[in-house]
């Protein structure tokens, strides 16, 4: 008995489309990972955070210059950016009291060179009796700790204990305890409430 020609080819001609079905579905396969994989790494996910965290830094002569402290913190590695929830910094320059800056966010890029505290910011320092001295609020802060100095393009209010004043921008230098009020500046004295 011999075999039929025509029954060999169709075997071939099913051998050889099988083989090329799963060649297909393979180069498929490999292509979908490499496309997953490479979506991973573009990512904006963290690859790490913590939770509570402080951060002091010192100055050349070893004093304190600063502290960070969040309640989280988030690295991301796409961009090498930090996320911070409810970040506070205390920014020391000799005196006994620090400024104190709160914020809803912040953000630290990949240099570590500015902070950006975003959301509602509060800054304030306190006298000696541990009383406000003056606060200011604003939005979108940014803070370069190495120079202890601030900036805001926002709306900006300060509050005294007898005047409020308005302005668009600000700048300070914590350093030497000062501010710069920067355009549409407007003061209004209040009376303090009798003692």
């Known amino acids: 008995m011999g075999t039929d020609p025509r029954m060999s080819q169709a075997w071939r001609v099913m051998l050889a489309t099988a083989f090329l079905g799963a060649l297909t579905f393979w180069i498929l396969r ?27 830094t010192m100055n050349r002569e070893g004093e304190l210059q600063n502290v960070l402290t969040a309640e989280n913190v988030y690295h991301f590695p796409d961009d ?8 506070h910094m205390e920014i020391y320059n000799g005196d006994p009291n620090p400024w104190q800056v709160v914020a809803e966010r912040g953000l630290i890029k990949s240099d570590n060179e500015i902070v950006f ?4 910011v509060e800054i304030w320092r306190v006298n000696s009796e541990g009383q ?26 300060i509050r005294g204990s007898s005047n409020v004043t308005k302005t668009r921008g600000f ?9 710069e009020l920067l355009e549409r500046v407007r003061s209004r004295y209040e009376k303090p409430p009798p003692a």
């Open 80 to 87: 090498d950016t930090t996320e911070l929830a409810h970040p």
């Open 171 to 179: 700048r300070a230098n914590f350093e030497h305890n000062r501010l």
């Open 30 to 56: 490999q292509l979908d990972e490499e496309q997953t994989s490479s979506l991973a790494q573009t990512r904006h996910e963290p690859d790490y955070y913590f939770v509570e965290m402080t951060r002091r």
């Open 117 to 120: 505290l975003q959301g509602r």
């Open 132 to 157: 406000r001295q003056f606060e200011i609020l604003t939005s979108e802060f940014r803070v370069f700790p190495k120079v202890q100095y601030g900036e805001s393009d926002n709306a900006t209010t």
